[in-house]
């Protein structure tokens, strides 16, 4: 390995090993120790970008825990899960399961599944355009209607939590329902479903309605409207499916591609 390459790995390790891993004592670091001070700044520079990117990314979570342990819960995933790549708005999606298997916050089970919530809103803000297409909806009045696949808004997903995960990033994030309410519910072990998407630029968050879990999973996974209706039996869809179009979440209505040719022996 050359001075240059050994210089180079020493500062990768230097901000991306945990102190307990970094061995100070090497060849490597020896090559670098006269630039102590400068490696120090780095090490606190990438500190407080972590701390910026993921209070970005998970202000509620923020609030619940606090400005300072969030501060030490990103310089910790920092080292764990370091960015794999530059574009930083990518960065911090393990944080959920890190936040689930961390000992200390064993006695907040729920706060897993808020950053689950949080996580699904950041990505719904960075996915790609979509233009509504309303006039397609007239598919919907074809007799083969079942057939059809609608077109769901950009960052759609649904969670299912045994935690009231809506109230709670609603309360911080909108101030409905209240702190209060958000935890009464917290305490009384309510579960909530939540369905996230972005209308026009502004990410939403509701509980789903009875049967809207099951239908927005069946087309998030490619089934036809006849087959996600086949798995939501308890929905109200001609109540659902003007207030969809109303809110965003549906944006038009596509055929079913034609299935393949089978090739000929």
Not at 35 to 55: C, D, I, M, P
Not at 174 to 180: D, I, N, R, S, Y
Not at 200 to 222: C, F, K, S, T
Request: net charge negative; glycine share 8%; hydrophobic share 50%.
């Amino acid at each position: 390995m050359s001075r240059l390459a050994a210089q180079q790995q020493a500062l990768l390790d230097a901000l991306f090993l945990s102190p307990t891993e970094n061995a100070i004592e090497n060849d490597s670091v020896s090559a670098i120790k006269t630039t102590a001070r400068g490696l120090k700044a780095y090490k606190s520079n990438a500190h407080a970008l972590a701390e910026r990117v993921l209070q970005a990314a998970y202000p509620v979570l923020t609030q619940l825990l606090g400005a300072q342990s969030m501060g030490a819960l990103a310089r910790t995933f920092w080292h764990a899960h370091p960015p794999a790549c530059g574009d930083l708005t990518q960065w911090g999606g393990a944080l959920p399961e890190f936040v689930c298997a961390s000992e200390q916050l064993a006695g907040e089970p729920y706060l897993a599944d808020v950053a689950r919530v949080e996580w699904a809103l950041h990505v719904g803000a960075n996915a790609a355009d979509a233009v509504a297409d309303y006039a397609s909806m007239a598919l919907l009045t074809q007799p083969d209607s079942g057939e059809v696949r609608l077109q769901l808004a950009p960052g759609c997903a649904v969670l299912q939590s045994p935690w009231p995960v809506v109230s709670l990033v609603n309360a911080h994030l909108k101030g409905e329902p209240t702190l209060a309410e958000a935890g009464l519910r917290l305490r009384a072990g309510t579960g909530e479903v939540a369905l996230i998407w972005r209308a026009g630029w502004r990410m939403q968050v509701r509980e789903a309605l009875d049967g809207e879990l099951a239908l927005i999973g069946a087309l998030l996974a490619g089934c036809s409207l006849g087959q996600a209706l086949d798995a939501a039996p308890d929905l109200d869809v001609p109540a659902w499916l003007p207030m969809a179009v109303q809110t965003g979440l549906l944006l038009g209505v596509s055929l079913s591609p034609p299935l393949p040719a089978l090739n000929p022996k």
